[in-house]
């Protein structure tokens, strides 16, 4: 029933999909796939979040907890193609995996709750796929809650999400009633029945003959007007083939000129079917995406996905597991076999592939090999990190490893017992090497081990991890936030000398810069910007050497700010002048001189703090509004949106993220257990009235 919406390619990777599952918390990723794993037969029950039984979450924190922590990989088969499938957590807090998961997926499908629409993080895991350029395809899960509409939540795409949704069925049934749905490019009806495995395909009933033929003609015109060869088609005979929709469809989706939109309900076994359909049909294989680039010294080298070229994979994920180290890649070229030695071009160092498994979460399949497309996990290696690049050793290459997330929160920990003290630095080197979102380092001031992370649940997870997993009793000290300084206002023409001379050769550099504060970036990754260096030395009078040794020296000083030795973000250096000594000058010296310039300059202009800040949406009863937003001004919130939804209130804030601690628990308080929120970071803001004054330089 499905083979004419898709091709069957004679190579073999034409039939592999590397898909991730993406959504806000509580969208119901993971019961969407569990209910994958069910019907493609590769488990033989449903796993349900609210039991503990997912086979993805198996985590005992994240069944505890019934949210997602750490991306899962796991493979099914579905219609003669193999799905590697990675569910990544929905919470705001781990979103680097999530942009760890990207970095190594082709295709990904977007799971949105049918009553709130468009979430913060569903918004925020869209951008970060947006980045990667990771074609998606739409499902509005949850069709069976009271409040559920199909078509608020398409327009709540097409309003947030800045795309254009393609919507594919129509949902048979409204809230409890929903029962199936109208497939509107075969214009068939598919219903399933309560508890039922399969569905029934049978005609459109003639009560949604009408509705069905209005929004297939609604499709048509969205596609025609987006591509080409469906707008020929549509010119010449005012409609459309089912074979073109699909042929359309699939090109607008791969190169995210548009989304496919499919509904149903996970949680009870409807429309989960279709879906796999599509991710088949829409979503690319390793040949349909761009080949991966990659570094060969001052050269890129483009690494073809072929089996037979040199051995190339990234390292996305380590886990440490109670067998030993896992770690996991995506092979983007070549082939791996068991027992291998492979090369970490990184690290410069040799590694040795001692199994290959294929990942079902917790559980695994051993096989002899890993080629091109696949994603796979592999014991033996002993130090490759994520990001790591494992090539063939005599065809070395270094690929772009995923971003990491600078830490907003930090926290001091401590071992109880003296005696524990080695063993919770190895337990932190653990947790950072399979999260690098994790910071570890020694405060010089008080001598305290601080764990810094991406918000207060991430760390909370962490210690947590410390605890069951290695058995230590740790004390948490209050959760600090990660402070910026920045420039508020510049200075011009600040001249620095720096002369050295004792015995043999000497150190001299002079440099004039100017300093000017850059825009506070507001792209969804809660990062400001963070330095821009130029020259206008004209007439050679630095050579270029020193010239880059200057912008190392002011990359060195942004270490540490005046406000409070916290980094500095968002500056702009233009060295305009300077002048050398024909015998004391050198790389050396200028760099010293751009550190010292620059320390000199933000000394010399106003400086301003800045402090992360998160929008938080807040879901409240209609009677708890005031209460709640009288709350959140007093954590100096800013109250951008409020709207009412089934007699619930929906109000949107900007707060400083030093300010949440313990929100949830006094929310929950205020509503009498009736109120949620989520967050996501939205970049750094000044701190009220701290600002240093102007001095003159000298």
């Given at each position: 029933?499905?083979?004419?919406?898709h091709?069957?390619?004679?190579d073999?990777?034409?039939?592999?999909?590397?898909v991730?599952?993406l959504?806000?918390?509580?969208?119901?990723?993971?019961?969407?796939t569990?209910?994958?794993?069910?019907?493609?037969g590769?488990?033989?029950?449903?796993?349900?979040?609210?039991d503990?039984?997912?086979?993805?979450?198996?985590?005992?924190?994240?069944?505890?907890?019934?949210?997602?922590?750490?991306?899962?990989?796991?493979?099914?088969?579905w219609?003669?193609?193999?799905?590697?499938?990675?569910?990544t957590?929905?919470?705001?807090?781990?979103?680097?995996?999530?942009?760890r998961?990207l970095?190594?997926l082709d295709?990904?499908?977007?799971?949105?709750?049918?009553?709130?629409?468009?979430?913060?993080?569903?918004?925020?895991?869209?951008?970060?796929?947006?980045?990667?350029?990771v074609?998606?395809?739409?499902?509005?899960?949850?069709?069976?809650?009271?409040?559920?509409?199909?078509?608020?939540?398409?327009?709540s795409?097409?309003?947030?999400?800045?795309?254009?949704?393609?919507?594919?069925?129509?949902?048979?049934?409204?809230?409890?009633?929903?029962?199936?749905?109208?497939?509107?490019i075969?214009?068939?009806?598919?219903?399933?029945?309560?508890g039922?495995?399969?569905?029934?395909?049978?005609?459109?009933?003639?009560?949604l003959?009408?509705?069905?033929?209005?929004?297939?003609?609604?499709?048509?015109?969205?596609?025609?007007?987006?591509?080409?060869?469906?707008?020929e088609?549509?010119?010449?005979?005012?409609?459309?083939?089912?074979?073109?929709?699909?042929?359309?469809?699939?090109d607008?989706?791969r190169?995210?000129?548009?989304?496919?939109?499919?509904?149903?309900?996970?949680?009870?076994?409807?429309?989960?079917?279709?879906?796999?359909?599509?991710?088949?049909?829409?979503?690319?294989?390793?040949?349909?995406v761009?080949a991966?680039?990659?570094a060969?010294?001052?050269?890129?080298?483009?690494?073809?996905c072929?089996?037979?070229?040199?051995?190339?994979?990234?390292v996305?994920?380590v886990?440490a597991?109670?067998r030993?180290?896992l770690?996991?890649?995506?092979?983007?070229?070549?082939?791996?076999?068991?027992?291998?030695?492979?090369?970490d071009?990184?690290?410069?160092?040799?590694?040795?592939?001692?199994?290959?498994?294929?990942?079902?979460?917790?559980?695994?399949t051993?096989?002899?090999?890993?080629?091109?497309?696949?994603?796979?996990?592999?014991?033996?290696?002993?130090?490759?990190?994520?990001?790591?690049?494992?090539?063939?050793?005599?065809?070395p290459?270094?690929?772009e490893?995923p971003?990491?997330a600078e830490?907003v929160?930090?926290?001091a920990?401590?071992a109880?017992?003296?005696a524990?003290?080695?063993?919770?630095?190895?337990?932190?080197?653990?947790?950072v090497?399979?999260?690098?979102?994790?910071?570890v380092?020694?405060?010089?001031?008080?001598?305290?081990?601080?764990?810094?992370?991406?918000?207060?649940?991430?760390?909370?997870?962490?210690?947590?991890?410390i605890?069951?997993?290695?058995?230590?009793q740790?004390?948490?000290?209050?959760?600090?936030?990660?402070?910026?300084?920045?420039?508020?206002r510049?200075?011009?023409?600040?001249?620095?000398?720096?002369?050295?001379q004792?015995?043999?050769?000497?150190?001299?550099a002079?440099?004039?810069?100017?300093?000017?504060?850059?825009?506070?970036?507001?792209?969804?990754t809660?990062?400001?910007?963070?330095?821009?260096?130029?020259?206008v030395?004209?007439?050679?009078?630095?050579?270029?050497?020193?010239?880059?040794a200057?912008?190392?020296?002011?990359?060195?000083?942004?270490?540490e700010?005046?406000?409070g030795?916290?980094?500095?973000?968002?500056?702009?250096?233009?060295?305009?002048d300077?002048?050398?000594?024909?015998?004391?000058?050198s790389?050396m010296?200028?760099?010293t001189?751009?550190?010292?310039?620059?320390?000199?300059?933000f000394r010399?202009?106003?400086?301003a703090?800045?402090?992360?800040v998160?929008?938080?949406?807040?879901?409240?009863?209609?009677?708890a509004?005031?209460?709640?937003?009288?709350?959140?001004?007093?954590r100096?919130?800013?109250?951008?949106?409020?709207?009412?939804?089934?007699g619930?209130a929906?109000v949107?804030?900007?707060?400083?993220?030093?300010?949440l601690?313990?929100?949830?628990?006094?929310?929950r308080?205020?509503?009498?257990?009736?109120?949620?929120?989520?967050?996501?970071?939205?970049?750094?803001a000044?701190?009220?009235?701290?600002?240093?004054?102007?001095?003159?330089s000298?």
């Amino acid at each position: 029933m499905r083979t004419d919406l898709h091709r069957h390619d004679t190579d073999p990777l034409t039939a592999v999909r590397n898909v991730g599952i993406l959504a806000h918390v509580d969208a119901g990723k993971t019961t969407v796939t569990e209910r994958i794993l069910y019907i493609t037969g590769a488990t033989h029950k449903r796993g349900e979040v609210h039991d503990g039984t997912t086979v993805t979450d198996f985590d005992v924190q994240e069944r505890e907890r019934g949210i997602t922590i750490s991306a899962a990989a796991v493979s099914c088969a579905w219609d003669g193609h193999r799905i590697n499938l990675i569910d990544t957590p929905g919470h705001v807090d781990f979103a680097d995996e999530v942009e760890r998961s990207l970095r190594v997926l082709d295709g990904a499908v977007a799971v949105f709750d049918a009553v709130a629409g468009v979430e913060p993080q569903s918004e925020s895991v869209w951008r970060q796929a947006d980045r990667h350029g990771v074609p998606r395809i739409a499902f509005v899960n949850k069709l069976d809650r009271a409040g559920a509409d199909l078509d608020t939540a398409v327009e709540s795409m097409r309003r947030r999400l800045d795309t254009v949704p393609m919507v594919v069925q129509l949902p048979v049934g409204r809230e409890d009633a929903f029962t199936g749905v109208v497939d509107l490019i075969r214009m068939r009806l598919l219903t399933w029945r309560e508890g039922g495995d399969t569905y029934e395909e049978g005609p459109v009933p003639e009560e949604l003959r009408e509705e069905t033929r209005r929004r297939r003609r609604l499709l048509e015109e969205t596609v025609a007007q987006l591509h080409p060869g469906a707008l020929e088609e549509f010119c010449d005979g005012s409609a459309l083939s089912a074979g073109t929709l699909a042929e359309a469809l699939r090109d607008l989706t791969r190169s995210g000129e548009g989304v496919v939109v499919l509904c149903g309900s996970a949680y009870r076994n409807r429309g989960v079917e279709p879906l796999l359909d599509a991710v088949v049909a829409y979503l690319p294989s390793p040949l349909d995406v761009p080949a991966v680039r990659g570094a060969v010294g001052d050269d890129e080298q483009v690494r073809a996905c072929d089996p037979a070229a040199p051995l190339a994979a990234l390292v996305f994920k380590v886990q440490a597991t109670p067998r030993g180290r896992l770690t996991y890649l995506r092979v983007y070229s070549g082939t791996v076999h068991r027992g291998e030695a492979v090369w970490d071009a990184g690290a410069r160092r040799t590694e040795r592939i001692g199994r290959i498994l294929r990942v079902q979460a917790d559980r695994h399949t051993e096989v002899d090999r890993a080629v091109a497309g696949d994603i796979v996990a592999v014991a033996g290696v002993k130090a490759a990190r994520s990001g790591a690049t494992l090539c063939a050793p005599d065809a070395p290459v270094v690929l772009e490893p995923p971003t990491v997330a600078e830490p907003v929160v930090s926290v001091a920990v401590e071992a109880h017992r003296n005696a524990d003290s080695a063993r919770l630095v190895s337990a932190l080197a653990r947790l950072v090497e399979e999260d690098p979102s994790l910071v570890v380092r020694s405060d010089r001031e008080s001598g305290q081990t601080v764990l810094s992370g991406m918000g207060e649940l991430h760390l909370e997870v962490a210690v947590e991890k410390i605890r069951r997993t290695h058995g230590l009793q740790v004390g948490v000290g209050r959760p600090q936030v990660a402070y910026r300084e920045t420039v508020a206002r510049g200075v011009s023409g600040l001249v620095y000398r720096h002369v050295k001379q004792e015995g043999g050769a000497g150190q001299f550099a002079h440099v004039v810069i100017d300093v000017r504060p850059l825009p506070v970036a507001q792209d969804g990754t809660g990062r400001a910007a963070d330095f821009v260096f130029r020259s206008v030395v004209i007439g050679g009078r630095l050579p270029r050497d020193y010239v880059q040794a200057v912008e190392a020296g002011c990359r060195d000083a942004l270490s540490e700010g005046p406000l409070g030795g916290h980094r500095v973000t968002g500056v702009q250096v233009t060295l305009t002048d300077g002048s050398t000594h024909p015998k004391d000058s050198s790389p050396m010296a200028f760099r010293t001189a751009g550190r010292f310039a620059l320390r000199a300059a933000f000394r010399a202009s106003v400086m301003a703090l800045l402090e992360p800040v998160v929008e938080v949406t807040a879901t409240v009863p209609e009677d708890a509004v005031g209460g709640v937003l009288g709350d959140l001004a007093a954590r100096r919130g800013r109250i951008s949106a409020s709207a009412m939804r089934a007699g619930t209130a929906v109000v949107t804030a900007t707060v400083p993220l030093a300010e949440l601690f313990g929100y949830a628990s006094q929310l929950r308080g205020r509503t009498q257990g009736r109120g949620t929120f989520t967050s996501r970071a939205t970049g750094y803001a000044p701190v009220p009235g701290a600002v240093s004054e102007q001095v003159t330089s000298r």
